[in-house]
């Protein structure tokens, strides 16, 4: 049972290419009922939104009522970053149905295992201090620029991330943070875009009771369909509907 929606969608209010209306014209096409914009919200991020909390808030409504008469859902979420102090909100930001938390921006000093170290504590508290709804991209999209040389292709970077999650962030680890997550109802993304978090983390997440959450990350029209990580998840783990979360769950909020 695949989820009908997608919750992680970017406009080009932050660093995405696509307009509100090219998103909601590609899911009408799609046919997808459900999604989520998740802009970048975050303090000292360059990407962040940059216009009003108001100007966004009413061309997101405008638009969310053009795709409710499609009979779309349309919801407003936020990705936003954390460190262990803090859920980096910034100060202008509208109401949104919920918050993505990810991490993005990690001190630049350091070697390679107190790196991941650090990563790994930013998790930790966040999932058992800071109220957000979903844990994004844990295990892709990783902050490596430090580790990169110049000229490294999408696929170099997804492959780096393969290593370092197998190499640091162990299943006992999972097991512990999904503890937390269940108990604080932070659900974990499957991330379409970098083929991420795997299975087996997944799996472990699963067992634990936590709800798992469904985007793509798309930045681009044409990353709203793909749905290829989902499909193969799904055919491993063969996942049930309540696997994921309800989304009725957020409408209210
Ligand atoms: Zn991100
Ligand atoms: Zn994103």
New binding site residues.
């Given amino acids: 049972m695949l989820p009908k929606y997608d919750l992680h969608i970017h406009t080009n209010y932050s660093d995405g290419s696509q307009t509100f209306e090219e998103i909601l014209a590609k899911a009408e096409e799609i046919d997808l009922k459900y999604f989520g914009i998740s802009d970048h919200y975050e303090k000292n991020h360059n990407y962040s939104v940059k216009v009003s909390a108001d100007e966004y808030y009413n061309h997101f409504l405008k638009i969310k009522d053009e795709a409710s008469e499609k009979g779309i859902i349309m919801l407003l979420g936020a ?1 936003v970053g954390f460190n262990d102090e803090e859920i980096l909100l910034p100060e202008n930001m509208p109401k949104v149905h919920y918050i993505i938390g ?1 991490i ?1 921006q990690m001190p630049k000093n350091l070697e390679e295992v107190d790196y991941w170290n650090l990563y790994k504590k930013y998790v930790e508290k966040a999932v058992s201090e800071f109220s957000f709804q979903i844990l ?2 844990v295990e892709g ?1 990783l902050p490596i620029n430090k580790f990169m040389k110049p000229g490294s292709t999408f696929e170099d970077r997804r492959n780096f991330e393969k290593k370092i999650a197998k190499k640091y962030f162990e299943l006992e680890w999972y097991k512990e943070i999904a503890v937390e997550m269940a108990k604080n109802k932070i659900a974990l993304e499957i991330h379409e875009m970098s083929e991420s978090p795997r299975t087996e983390v997944i799996k472990i997440m699963v067992d634990n009771g936590v709800k798992l959450s469904y985007g793509t ?1 798309s930045h681009a029209l044409h990353q709203l369909a793909k749905r290829s990580y989902l499909r193969r998840v799904n055919e491993q783990l063969g996942l049930r509907a309540d696997n994921f979360l309800e989304l009725e769950s957020f409408l209210n909020r």
């Fill in positions: 990705e990810t993005h994004g991209h999209y990350d």
